[in-house]
């Protein structure tokens, strides 16, 4: 019998798969990863869609899932995705007269022809000046290779939307109350280290993408056999360079940062954060595993598994985050 108050997230990259597979509270039940061979996702776009769904099904059966049913959310990595954030007027809009002032206002900050994309939606806070709105944009070939794969009938897609805001997802439904922020005019800023990329992500107290940038370092798991390389002080130099530069920018319009939250597997190696942590004042950089508290979770899993059990907590409470962007 499909289990359908269950649900499914999937974290994807250029050299792994990885599945959270959680109950009906959130809760992960299962965590699996698949390590790629080179060539079957190259530059986030998939490459070999047969030999990669054959890769999928014995992760499937290997870790016992391969007869359940459940609604599945799928992530897109944060470098293939454009936004731009914009206030707009709290003037009473019909539906359509309000999609096409966001489409016209994200067409002339992002550099791709709409029409070659798939786009979508946030509403974030209210302001002085009215309420923020946000717009996201991915290649539609980038979205098209992942649905070939991973879209069926036991995994229906209920959503794709980008890493970092599964990450966003997982602290505020997670987060431990010293670690939450409270105020209209306080922002979360989620930085995802990766293998290729850091992606630094800042979201207003709705949940809302505010800014987006992401960093081209080196490859670290290039001959090391899909092994993960200590990231070198130079790397991580750049990587606090940028987070200070937008937290900057942050403070100076009247907001602050409380805390930058460190994910993904890079971002749990020691001293990464805490070198950050000693160049920025008035926020605490932190680890993901250390804000939030998942029964019988550990704080590596959290680092490691984070996005994909975000995505999977989308997946199990459609209704609750029916409203965060979504590329379907």
């Not at 999928?56 to 293939?80: F, H, N």
């Not at 995994?155 to 997802?169: G, T």
């Not at 995802?192 to 993408?209: C, E, F, L, S």
Request: aromatic share 8%; proline share 3%.
């Amino acid at each position: 019998m499909p289990l359908l108050s269950s649900g499914i997230g999937i974290d994807v990259s250029d050299h792994h798969i990885r599945i959270a597979y959680v109950n009906h509270s959130g809760i992960p039940v299962g965590l699996y990863e698949l390590v790629l061979s080179p060539g079957y996702i190259v530059d986030d776009k998939i490459e070999k869609p047969k030999e990669l769904k054959e890769q999928i099904k014995k992760l499937l059966v290997k870790s016992g899932i391969q007869d359940i049913t459940a609604d599945t959310t799928i992530l897109v990595p944060e470098s293939r995705v454009f936004s731009t954030s914009f206030i707009m007027s709290s003037e009473k809009l019909l539906k359509e007269e309000k999609k096409a002032k966001m489409i016209e206002g994200g067409q002339e900050d992002i550099p791709m022809p709409f029409k070659d994309a798939f786009i979508a939606f946030e509403d974030g806070a209210k302001v002085s000046e009215g309420v923020r709105n946000t717009v996201l944009a991915v290649e539609k070939d980038i979205l098209n290779s992942l649905q070939t794969v991973f879209a069926s009938e036991q995994f229906p897609l209920v959503a794709i939307e980008s890493n970092n805001k599964a990450v966003d997802r997982l602290y505020a439904h997670f987060v431990l109350n010293e670690f939450s922020i409270t105020e209209d005019t306080q922002m979360i800023m989620i930085v995802d280290v990766g293998h290729r990329w850091t992606n630094i992500t800042v979201y207003d107290i709705a949940g809302a993408t505010v800014f987006s940038r992401s960093i081209a370092i080196r490859k670290l798991a290039d001959k090391s056999g899909g092994k993960t390389k200590l990231i070198t002080k130079e790397v991580l130099l750049k990587i606090c360079g940028a987070i200070k530069e937008a937290h900057k920018f942050f403070s100076d319009s009247g907001y602050s940062i409380p805390f930058i939250i460190f994910a993904g597997v890079e971002g749990g190696q020691p001293n990464v954060a805490e070198l950050c942590d000693k160049s920025i004042k008035n926020s605490k950089v932190i680890r993901i595993g250390s804000v939030i508290s998942i029964p019988n979770i550990s704080e590596k899993e959290l680092q490691i598994y984070g996005s994909a059990i975000g995505a999977a907590l989308r997946s199990v409470k459609k209704h609750k985050y029916r409203k965060d962007h979504n590329f379907i």
